[in-house]
């Protein structure tokens, strides 16, 4: 098995070529060049270190000679000076010095006899003077011989800091002790290097950091001692090695200085981390980068231009194959083979030109339709004449390359059933075909297929039967479709009157139910509003099937004597306009009663379900509105229609509800001429639903807002107010709920009621009914 190549474009081969070829010559000059460089750079830097660690080394002992010639005078001057002036002179000379800390003068034995600090420390200059240095590791060093001795790490009795100390002892036996800060000591060996040496260490011969040129952290933590670096600068003037120091590969240079009896290290990095292979490095990848880029530009500047005719080519031979054949020749280029193919595609094209000329000019003059279509490609059209497309009233730009199925010629079963009648490579019947225009045509279709090299065709051909035959079959499905509309209407009304039956019987035994319950006995106003709004409706509907009745009869008394066209329209108008009076008036009642129904079985059954609050607030409301339609106060509902799902009592819900709105129109808008009760809900952050019955009325005095919820409290108390409207409601809210009823309001300012219950009730135990329990919290909205 043979798998299929990844063609690219002529840019991308280009591009391609030109990268690789770069590429590999860059890498080879490049690498020659590295491998001729960084041996170059690294025996420069062996050499470069081991001048640097000498003339480093020389620097710093000529530094600490100077110091060792400083304290020498200052032990002379201090010979020269009376008594009570030595620390005078001490002083003036760390006065004096950059580096100096402190100097102090010990007797031979042992007891500091003058002192000298900085002014820093100057507090702390008595403390030095009496005190017994007899142990002091610079005087024990000096107790069997007269010079001068060095310590890296020096303790200062004056600060208890670690210091760069030296000892001075003159032939009588007394011991003149310097310290030098490390910060300031730092400095000086900095300014004596110079700024362009390497990093370097100042090693004691106990193997401690002293000094650090780059940084301090190292000092004092860091112990070389056993380093073989050491050991060799012991044997030879500077000793080389590469180390690894932090991960980092590091080649450094030891020497040894006797008089000071210290180690200097500089060191510098190796290998990939030397600034100068980094940089090396660096410009070659900025090279590589920069001829790879010209290179792209290059390759799609030259790509575009060879693209560009060989583009022209193959549109060109998709226009021919296409049927669009270009009249202008194709302009020459630069590439002759590429002209060549151009000069021969057009002579191609031409012949074309002509077969496909001839061969329109004989299919246009057939005075029927005609149409050809590829049998391998799922009947597409190929070509259609000039008489299907007057006949047909379709574009012959829309009807090429799809089915007959796709453009609506004729349905899959119809084309389905007209090839399975075929005989041989001949078909022949009758179809109905579409026009563009949406009209049918019964037709005679002829079929002839059509074996060629490369494809298998099938050439159509459609007669017009004539007009006859359509008017009788639409006449025939005319009646057809009469019938069958009479027999569905009878059928439709039937059911609609038994479900309203039904659902009458329904009302009435809830409406009783009702009426023997005390509870609920508010319930019974509905059902008066809403057997008064089913009033008109069911008028309505029982005038229009009267009619339909009469027309029933008129018709089939026209059918005994010979139906005609005009009656039959006539019939079938009256028969549609009855209908749909009693369709829209069966349907207003059987919601009314839909609404009401649902209402109803939700208050007296008290069952847990869950349901939608928009639902439950608009069946509610629109069971209520017939009680107060004849008044002149309006109700207003604004709860959204998803996201306020309840698993609850929609019962209870309900009939808090509805008192709560009966609350509003019986006491808030007494006096008044008009007003407005509005219901909203929201959900809270905490998950909570918020249902709000709000009204402009006259509000509720003060006195009784604490106890709006205790039984019979009422302001129409022997007017039909009995005070248990809102105890119920606030037992259902509190006890079936699962939430808490509150109020706000103030006088001449309306009032506000605000159920906050969870979105899923609590498993409360079933009640006998919500006016039986006892609230225990009175709540009023701050």
């Not at 290097?193 to 000094?211: H, L």
């Not at 490609?377 to 199925?405: M, Y």
């Not at 107010?721 to 119920?728: F, K, N, P, V």
């Not at 006890?735 to 300012?749: C, F, I, K, M, R």
């Amino acid at each position: 098995m043979r798998w299929p190549r990844t063609t690219w474009p002529l840019a991308s081969h280009l591009l391609a070529l030109l990268g690789v070829a770069m590429l590999l010559t860059f890498t080879v000059v490049a690498g020659t060049l590295v491998a001729w460089r960084v041996p170059a750079i690294e025996q420069e830097d062996r050499e470069a270190l081991q001048r640097e660690a000498e003339d480093v080394s020389r620097r710093l002992e000529s530094l600490l000679g100077t110091a060792e010639s400083r304290i020498s005078l200052a032990q002379m001057a201090l010979d020269d000076a009376p008594r009570d002036q030595a620390s005078r002179v001490l002083a003036q000379e760390v006065r004096n010095s950059l580096v100096l800390g402190a100097l102090y003068s010990v007797s031979a034995d042992g007891v500091v006899t003058a002192a000298g600090v900085a002014p820093a420390h100057a507090a702390r200059q008595g403390d030095l003077l009496g005190m017994d240095l007899l142990h002091n590791p610079l005087v024990r060093a000096l107790s069997s011989r007269v010079g001068a001795v060095w310590d890296g790490r020096y303790l200062s009795p004056l600060t208890a800091l670690r210091t760069v100390g030296m000892g001075l002892r003159d032939p009588l036996g007394r011991v003149l002790l310097a310290e030098m800060e490390y910060d300031a000591y730092l400095k000086l060996v900095l300014a004596a290097a110079g700024s362009d040496v390497a990093a370097f260490w100042i090693v004691d011969r106990s193997g401690e950091v002293i000094v650090d040129s780059d940084s301090a952290a190292v000092r004092g933590h860091v112990n070389l001692r056993g380093w073989p670096l050491l050991q060799a600068a012991l044997q030879q003037k500077v000793a080389l090695q590469e180390i690894t120091l932090d991960g980092q590969a590091v080649l450094a240079a030891a020497t040894y200085s006797r008089a000071l009896d210290w180690y200097l290290v500089t060191r510098r990095p190796t290998g990939l981390d030397h600034p100068q292979v980094r940089n090396l490095l660096s410009s070659v990848a900025l090279s590589l980068g920069a001829c790879l880029l010209t290179g792209v530009f290059v390759a799609m500047f030259w790509a575009r231009r060879l693209a560009r005719p060989l583009q022209a080519i193959v549109a060109r031979a998709r226009a021919t194959a296409q049927s669009r054949l270009p009249g202008v020749p194709l302009a020459p280029g630069s590439v002759a083979e590429l002209n060549a193919l151009a000069r021969e595609l057009d002579t191609m094209a031409g012949a074309m030109r002509k077969r496909e000329q001839r061969f329109l000019a004989i299919f246009n003059a057939a005075p029927i339709p005609m149409s050809v279509a590829d049998v391998g490609n799922a009947l597409r059209l190929l070509d259609v004449n000039e008489a299907w497309c007057r006949d047909l009233k379709r574009q012959r730009e829309d009807a090429l390359g799809r089915t007959g199925i796709e453009i609506g010629l004729w349905s899959l079963a119809e084309r389905d059933r007209f090839m399975a009648e075929r005989q041989g490579d001949k078909l022949q019947g009758e179809a109905r075909i579409r026009c563009g225009d949406g009209t049918a045509l019964q037709m005679q279709v002829f079929g002839q297929r059509v074996r060629l090299p490369s494809q298998e065709l099938l050439v159509w051909a459609t007669v017009d039967i004539g007009p006859l035959r359509a008017r009788q079959t639409a006449l025939r499905e005319l009646n057809q479709a009469l019938e069958t509309r009479v027999v569905q209407r009878t059928e439709a009304l039937a059911e609609i009157n038994a479900v309203l039956a039904r659902n009458v019987e329904q009302l009435r035994a809830a409406q009783d139910e009702l009426v023997r319950s005390g509870t609920m006995a508010a319930l019974g106003g509905l059902v008066a509003g809403v057997a008064h709004e089913l009033n008109t409706p069911l008028g309505n509907s029982l005038m229009a099937i009267s009619a339909l009745a009469s027309v029933q009869q008129r018709l089939e008394a026209a059918m005994a004597g010979g139906l005609r066209r005009a009656d039959l329209q006539t019939y079938l108008a009256g028969l549609r306009e009855g209908t749909d009076i009693a369709l829209r008036n069966l349907r207003r009642a059987a919601e009314l009663v839909q609404s009401f129904k649902q209402v109803a079985v939700d208050q007296t059954s008290a069952k847990r379900r869950p349901f939608a609050l928009h639902e439950v607030v608009h069946e509610l409301v629109a069971s209520l509105r017939p009680s107060y339609a004849r008044t002149p106060y309006r109700i207003e509902v604004q709860v959204p229609a998803s996201g306020l799902a309840m698993d609850s009592y929609p019962g209870a819900l309900g009939q808090a509800l509805a008192h709560l709105v009966h609350n509003a129109m019986l006491h808030a808008f007494e006096g008044c001429d008009h007003g407005t009760v509005r219901i909203d809900a929201r959900l809270a952050a905490d998950g909570a639903i918020v249902l709000r019955v709000c009204d402009d009325g006259r509000g509720i005095a003060p006195d009784l807002l604490d106890r709006i919820f205790d039984p019979f409290v009422t302001t129409r108390m022997g007017r039909g107010g009995t005070g248990l409207g809102l105890h119920i409601s606030h037992n259902a809210v509190a006890q079936l709920l699962g939430g808490t009823l509150t109020v706000q309001s103030a006088p001449g300012e309306g009032t506000c009621f605000a159920l906050r219950m969870p979105a899923k009730a609590p498993r409360t135990p079933r009640s006998t009914g919500f006016g039986a329990f006892e609230p225990s919290v009175h709540a009023r909205a701050p």
